[in-house]
């Protein structure tokens, strides 16, 4: 349900887990990133929640790819890391 919501809300970014904690960058058109976190804010799965950056750009970082999400259980952190600067700081 939340990739559609964030398809149709254009909304795009990423997603991390290690397993505990998630950390997210949520991308697009200002009113509906608002929306988005508002939503996620109300989720009664969702506690603790920390917004440590709100930053207006001119164009996405990451892309139109949806919300890709980087489990680090799963893969080497700085491979992570690498991949996740790749990705935020190419063209599309």
């Given amino acids: 349900r939340a990739n559609e919501r964030n398809g149709q809300a254009d909304v795009t970014g990423i997603l991390l887990f290690n397993g505990t ?3 997210q ?3 697009g058109p200002e009113e509906k990133v608002q929306d988005i976190y508002q939503h ?3 989720d009664p799965r969702h506690y603790n929640l920390v917004e440590l950056l709100c930053d207006y750009a001119p164009s996405r970082r990451f892309g139109k790819v949806g ?7 799963e893969h080497d952190r700085e491979e992570v ?3 996740v600067m790749d990705r935020g700081t190419s063209k599309y």
């Fill in 21 to 23: 904690h998630f950390f």
């Fill in 67 to 73: 919300m890709e999400l980087f489990d680090l259980r």
């Fill in 40 to 42: 996620i804010c109300r």
């Fill in 81 to 83: 890391l690498q991949a």
């Fill in 25 to 27: 960058l949520i991308e």
